[in-house]
């Protein structure tokens, strides 16, 4: 499922090459991908309007054309391309965006998880919590946050609710880098782990995005090529295999449903 990296390369990736252009026709094929309008409703509503900017939060992307606000959530497997041509499943694009510079967009959704809003305001997200890479996320923040809470460390990371953004993937990867064990409980975490896991939200999602991502199967950049992070993840899926920084071997256990990977010798 494509968490924060992946949306936010996804939105450096389109800024640049659309900002300023004008959407001159709209096809949204899926209406049940349409969460609160007709695909008429918001192929007129889109269409002849100006993209002024991307922005995102958490895993949501926004399109802000001229007071109108598309909202994307990829889902498991959608993805934006700029060519169709670089589509290997054509018949699952469902939305279709075409410009007066004559460049062209597409959102194909393999699994149809996917979900698209349509706006008149900019959208409040009440539901989201803090988006770490948007808004500042300082260490007493992040210790407010952990007190009093009893959820364990890997639940408490996934919880869109207090961090917008981090999925299993990265909430993996985050623990590993700051040496705590996913099943620690959130409150009962030291003033030197606090210090270590915002060290490490912040180092994790950083290099992510300044690898273009990391996919596992559907993710793909615009140009339709895979993300580099799969690359340089320490544990994520790397169950049985030796930990990169000592002789112990990853573990792979079930959390909340979703599997969970760590070193039980580097992380406490």
Known sequence: MPELPEVETIRRQLEPLYQGDVITKVNARTPYLLKNCSPQTFSSAISGKKIDRF???????????????????LGMSGIFLKDKAESKYPQHIHVELYFDS????????????GKVWLYNNYPEFPTLGLDPTITEMTIEWLQAMLTNRKMNMKAFLMDQSIIAGIGNIYASEILFQSAIS?????????????????????NVLTSAIEKFGTTYSAYRT?????????????????????????????KKIVLGSRSTFFCENCQK
């Not at 922005?55 to 959530?73: A, D, I, M, T, Y």
């Not at 996913?182 to 912040?202: D, M, V």
């Open 182 to 202: 996913p099943l620690r409980k959130a409150n009962k975490l030291s003033t030197h782990e606090t210090k270590s896991l915002h060290g490490a939200i912040h």
């Open 55 to 73: 922005s995102r939060k958490g895993k949501f992307l926004v399109f802000e054309c001229q007071g109108v606000f598309p909202v994307f959530h």
């Open 222 to 250: 615009i140009n339709g090529l895979s993300g580099e992070n799969q690359n340089f993840l320490a544990v994520y899926q790397r169950d049985g295999e030796s930990c990169v920084t000592c002789d112990g071997l990853i």
């Open 102 to 113: 004559g460049k062209q967009l597409f959102f194909q959704d393999m699994r149809k998880f």
